[in-house]
């Protein structure tokens, strides 16, 4: 399962070092956004940056997991594997784990900075801590959920359809977010569409011929 996991980052290592700058981005953002009150047009450069930033991890979350169906798709990468006695379970889990390290990458070190900015410029109220894990867990959920979506487009022959599929989720997830807040009803539903995505793509992915 290891080598699995190794070979899947280095197909797709961009992926990673995007995730890693994108973090980056984000936690110089929380940090202007921060000081808003000693630099008055940090918060419009803040804006200016965020939305951009995060309609391109969306885009590139959903890519990856369109890139690794699509390419195995393409050139056959799991009928090779499967000659060295590899079961597709094991290929398909080794790239969703490969999917959560970059979600990890990306969020996990913007996380523990939200966190400690919490603990330094807010009151001490345990409200902002509950927060701070509210928004994080609905995060995850949502940047999974767009994997997810990445997974199963990524064996259509449309080059379009995993921009339209990851356009057409956020279409309705920040909706769905603004309505019922960072809350369980939120983590609820993102649960139940990951669910429904994983066991959709691996219902695909173990029927179709390799």
């Not at 995060?54 to 169906?69: D, E, K, S, Y």
């Not at 009928?79 to 094991?90: D, M, P």
Request: charged letters at 10%; proline letters at 4%.
């Amino acid at each position: 399962m290891f080598a699995l996991i190794k070979r899947e980052i280095q197909d797709h290592i961009v992926y990673f070092i995007g995730a890693a700058v994108f973090s980056a981005v984000f936690i110089i953002i929380s940090f202007s956004l921060i000081s808003r009150y000693d630099h008055k047009e940090l918060p419009v450069f803040s804006i200016g940056l965020g939305v951009p930033a995060a309609t391109i991890v969306i885009f590139g979350i959903c890519a990856m997991g369109a890139t690794q169906m699509y390419l195995d798709r393409t050139r056959k990468i799991s009928a090779l594997l499967s000659t060295l006695a590899v079961s597709r379970n094991q290929i398909l889990l080794a790239r969703i784990i490969t999917g959560i390290l970059v979600i990890l990458i990306l969020f996990v070190p913007l996380t523990i900075t939200a966190g400690i900015l919490v603990r330094l410029f807010s009151p001490p109220i345990p409200m902002f801590t509950g927060m701070v894990f509210e928004i994080s867990v609905t995060v995850y959920l949502m940047a999974f959920a767009i994997y997810c979506i990445g997974l199963q487009t990524g064996w259509n022959s449309s080059a379009l359809t995993p921009s339209l599929g990851a356009l057409f989720l956020t279409c309705i997830f920040i909706p769905l977010v603004l309505i019922k807040g960072f809350g369980v009803h939120i983590v609820v539903i993102l649960v139940l569409f990951i669910a429904a995505s994983l066991i959709r793509t691996w219902h695909t992915f173990m029927k179709t011929s390799l």
